[in-house]
């Protein structure tokens, strides 16, 4: 059960003091204290834990500073959208909003390689009006003889250069706490010129530990890619280890299933799954057609797989577009051959807000029935 409180409650007031020592008296129950800090408002809410079916929701609603009660069904007892449950769909960050009514495009190379073609992507992103990005810095790779990422070295000049082209959010993978420490350092001396949506790998969607550490801040958001191999419930519960550990600002990625069922793509494509996510949690929802696909290959109306499936995806709601691109693919130390290259940068976002509109048509035809 959660119990939101009245906006911009005062935790020394007396009436607030009533409210927890009664909660502190209730056997089975511990209560769990989050506060979400907006520019307008502040915003607490108390998950109670433990035996709450015998609870009363009118008695609840009658206690100090509750304004409303919701009564959680599920299991995503904070990222999930439950009965009567009017909490928000979005966050904003580095001016940037991320939400279930929202559409971001994050462009960009899978792994950094050098200077030089961060900054040819940079500069086409800047000139094709975007704020976001993706840039890869710590690969996780099959092989443990392939590049690895450039980790830590590549960061001053990834974020430096961000900054000169207005980027403000660039997404990268993160397989290790270390390298949440090392992006933060990074962002400090080179003064925060943008921001950074930590990723969580689709390697990595279990990984507990990993999960808490990132969990544990709430600088940055997290973009969490579903597990290639298990269910759509086991992510969503990582997705839920984020947010119990305090960062709610999350992002949920279809990123394709590992099977050979889905040959002679790289995975699976599973962007059916864009209106369930959206369904159960409060998460908006990206979808990679890059590592779902994993190729350049076009149907017969020349239009390529990747960006069939984009459609599809935009055209059933997603929120954000996590795509490969490279000034030089033959030149790429990863995934070259599912790049888009920069001349199709233009033609992507074109094809990308074709969906969007048809997706908003959609949307108010059903508005009119
Ligand atoms: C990536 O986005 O660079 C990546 C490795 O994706 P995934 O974790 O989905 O394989
Ligand atoms: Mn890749």
Redesign the pocket.
Known sequence: MILILSSNVDERSQEYSQLMAHLAAMPGIVTRVHVERGAEQTVTEIYLIGNTKQLDIEDMQSLPCVERVVRVSEEYRILGRHKDDRRPTHFEYNGVRFGQDTLNVFAGL??VDNRQHVEQMMRALRDNGQLCT?M?AY??RTSPYAFQGHGKACLPYVFELAGKYGIRVV?M?ITHESHYDEIKEALHLTGNPTGVML???????QNFELLKIVGRQTEMPVLL??G?GITLDESLNAAEYLASEGNRNVVF?L??MKTNMGDPHR?FVDFSHVPVVKRQTRMPVCI?P???VGTRAASPDGIMDMMHVTAQGVMAGANMV?V?FHPAPPEAL??GPQAMLMPELPYFLEDVQIAREAYLKRVELRQRQ
């Open positions: 899978c792994a993706r890869g690969k996780p997404a993978e990723q969580i790998g689709t390697r990595n969607t890619k579903r290639f990625c990123r394709g995975n990679d890059s590592h779902s996590l490969d990863v995934d």
